[in-house]
């Protein structure tokens, strides 16, 4: 098990009137990440925030911005989640039909790119993008919404595609968002997970320092 696995809060369970605040508790709390969930109303059925929001963020922020885009064809966006500041940009393999050519223009850009799978969409996808990969999320809910069940059958899927990644001799890291909690964190670190996309489980039990020990606790066992 890594000794360096990450908890990423998601900033779409924060507190959306006061996310600067928020951002800066986090990072005095030691959190490192921060998980932004970009929703389009269209490849996901809710609309959150873009990339005005996280460009102001970046101006108040130290943490490492992980941007998820929950958006049909992000290569429409790419360029303005760069500019934004993002620090990784992950897209959805299922939303865009080049993605090589996406997760390449990422990279050129100089940000870490990053590709999602839906929880019914086969490892199969990403296979040969692996060496280009910084990591792949493994959706373990439908995106969306927070606060939704952590799907079980995700748990093999974490397995296989660590073995996936060892075959090909890659560095990929893995990465797992929804319905995750201190209860079930151990299981996920223990399949190969190495950084942990916490929402509703994270924000609503605040003091964040004690939330982060309480998830920490739990995954080292
Ligand atoms: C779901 C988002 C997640 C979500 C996780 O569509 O991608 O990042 O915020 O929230 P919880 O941890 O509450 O499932
Ligand atoms: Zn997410």
Redesign the pocket.
Known sequence: MSTETILAP?L??ADFGKLAQELADLELAGLSWI?L?VMDGAF?PNITFGPPVIKALRAESGLFFDT?L?VDRPERYIDEFVDAGSDLICVHAEASLHLERLVSRIAEAGVLPAAALNPATPLEAVRYLLPQLHMVLIMS?N??????KFIPFCLDKIRELKIMIRAAGARTLIQV????DPENCREIVKAGADIL?????FFNHPPYAERLKTFERAWRG
């Open positions: 998601s779409l369970s998980h969930d996901v998820h929950m809910v995106p969306g919404f927070g606060g939704q968002d929804g319905g995750v996309v916490s929402g509703s489980a």
